[in-house]
C-alpha cells in the first residue's frame, strides 16, 4: 500500500505563474516532510521541508503547505522558471524510523517559456 | 568527493549473474541508505545503515539482496541470481546521523539493466 501519494503524474505551467503541487499521506506517524527535485540522469536534491508542529515554510519562491488534519501536503512554486522543469518527489518519515524516508511516485513539471 | 558517489553508473548483467554496486558517502555523514527506483515511480527504501551496523533492512525484497558498510564509510550493495525485475536504478544517500531529521543527500545512482 502507497503510504505517501502524488495523484499528478505531470503538471504543465506557463512561465511566471504558479505551479502547485500535491501530495496525500496516510501514516498518521510521519511528523516530518521533504520535497525533493530531480533531474534526468542525477540524484533528488532536497527542496525544502516541514516539520508537522507547523503549517507553512517557506524559502525563497517555494512555500510548502501541510494540513495535517487532511493528511495533505503542497508545494507552491512561484513564479515557475523553466529551469524547474524536473520531476518533483514529495517524501515522509517518522519519528521511530530514524531519518528515512517513505516517498511518493513523482510529479513532472513542464513550465513553458 | 563533495557529494555521494556511486559506482558503476550504469551496469549491465545477464539474467543470473551476480552484481556489485558500491557508494561513497559524503565524509563524515554516519547514515547510509539504499533505495531503488522502478522507472516512473518514486525511490523505494532498501536498507539504511548507521555506522557499519544495518539499523532497518526491511526493504530488501528477499534473500538475493545484501549490503554491507564494513567500516563504517563504503557501502556495497550485492546483489545475487539477478533478474528481469531487478532492473531500476539504484540511489545511495547520506546523512550526518540517522536519529536526526534533516535531509538524505543522494547520489546520481547506478542504473542495472537485467538482459
Redesign the interface.
Known amino acids: 500500500d502507497q503510504q505517501v501519494k502524488q495523484n499528478s503524474p505531470s503538471l504543465s505551467v506557463q512561465e511566471g505563474r504558479i505551479s502547485i503541487l500535491n501530495c496525500d499521506y496516510t501514516n498518521s506517524m510521519f511528523d516530518y516532510f521533504l520535497w525533493y527535485k530531480k533531474y534526468p540522469a542525477e540524484g533528488p536534491t532536497f527542496l525544502i521541508s516541514i516539520s508537522s508542529i507547523k503549517d507553512k515554510n517557506e524559502d525563497g519562491r517555494f512555500t510548502v503547505f501541510l494540513n495535517k488534519s487532511a493528511k495533505h501536503l503542497s508545494l507552491h512554486i512561484v513564479p515557475s522558471q523553466p529551469g524547474d522543469s524536473a520531476v518533483y518527489f514529495c517524501a515522509a518519515s517518522g519519528k521511530a524510523a530514524g531519518n528515512k524516508l517513505t516517498f511518493g511516485g513523482g510529479t513532472r513539471v513542464l513550465v513553458k517559456p | 568527493g563533495a557529494g ?1 558517489s556511486q559506482t558503476p553508473s550504469n551496469k549491465v548483467t545477464e539474467k543470473g549473474k551476480y552484481v556489485e554496486l558500491r557508494c561513497d558517502p559524503i565524509s563524515g555523514h554516519t ?1 547510509l ?1 539504499w ?1 531503488r527506483q522502478s522507472l ?6 532498501l536498507i ?1 545503515f ?1 555506522g557499519t551496523g544495518a ?2 533492512d526491511s526493504g530488501l525484497p528477499n534473500d538475493r539482496f545484501f549490503a554491507v558498510r564494513p567500516e563504517g564509510s563504503v557501502s556495497t550493495l550485492k546483489i545475487q541470481r539477478t533478474e528481469r525485475g531487478d532492473s531500476a536504478v539504484y ?1 545511495c ?1 547520506s ?1 550526518r ?13 547506478s542504473r542495472l539493466t537485467v538482459l
Do not use: N
Open positions: 555521494v547514515a541508505y533505495y516512473g515511480q518514486g525511490p523505494e527504501f539504511y548507521q539499523a532497518d540511489l544517500a546523512s546521523l540517522a536519529g536526526a531529521r534533516g535531509e538524505l543527500f543522494f547520489g546520481e545512482g
